[in-house]
């Protein structure tokens, strides 16, 4: 049975308080910013999206002047034998500022997929709240993304995600994320956490190497750990 339980590891679309990577327009106080990611696995929540397999990612962001935001991006997708989708793509807008010391964004995704069978009712969106702060050479941040029908369950659901990281110089840092899934009438939450390390090649292309896992046992091998290396460039 085809079932999508997660997405948003470092290697989804990133989707931050301004887009990343180095403008390509500023024309009217606007900065578009294209960013393609290859990786040995595409995981969302600790979970495989990808069937263990290679994956690339394709991401263009407009970052306005006042703050606002707007994306699209799109990657493969691999659910197994029987489920035809191998392509899924998102759209994302949203705003992102300062509150006192604190960097704090509120975000709409929207998740789809290509060749979705009809009927299934796959596409989902989400709403994310993010706050966080900086401490010298340490960030600490606070992620929320509810969601009002649940890929494929047709179900309220809450994913919430404690994150931290480190910069260790000028190429490398450090971080990792604890987070939770939680389903309305489910018995299918679970928690997910991941740690990895960043190494900037330049200032545009990032390599990271990063484990991932979750506390699921009886979810098959898609559930299982990971070891993800993937390579950024951003145009």
Not at 82 to 108: H, R
Not at 112 to 124: C, M
Request: net charge negative; with cysteine.
């Amino acid at each position: 049975m085809f079932n999508k339980t997660t997405k948003m590891s470092i290697f989804a679309i990133s989707i931050g308080l301004a887009c990343s990577g180095n403008a390509l327009a500023e024309d009217n106080g606007v900065d578009i910013s294209v960013t393609l990611t290859g990786a040995t696995e595409y995981v969302w929540r600790g979970v495989s999206q990808s069937n263990q397999n290679p994956a690339i990612f394709a991401a263009v962001n407009a970052a306005f002047g006042n703050g606002f935001y707007a994306g699209v991006g799109a990657e493969n997708v691999d659910f197994g034998a029987g489920v035809p989708i191998d392509v899924e793509y998102d759209m994302w807008a949203g705003w992102g500022g300062k509150l006192n010391d604190f960097d704090v964004s509120f975000t709409a995704i929207r998740y789809g997929y290509l060749n979705a069978p009809s009927g299934s009712d796959l596409d989902t969106y989400d709403f994310k709240g993010a706050i966080g702060r900086s401490f010298d050479k340490v960030n600490l941040g606070v992620n929320v993304f509810y969601t009002p029908d649940y890929f494929g369950v047709d179900e309220p659901a809450v994913y919430y995600e404690a994150v931290a990281g480190y910069k260790i110089n000028d190429k490398w840092s450090v971080d990792g994320n604890l987070a939770k899934q939680t389903i309305s009438n489910s018995d299918a939450d679970y928690a997910t956490w991941s740690i990895g390390a960043s190494y900037s090649v330049t200032d545009n292309v990032i390599l990271d190497l990063r484990y991932l896992d979750t506390d699921v046992s009886a979810g098959g091998k898609s559930f299982n750990d990971h070891v993800v290396l993937s390579f950024k460039v951003s145009l």
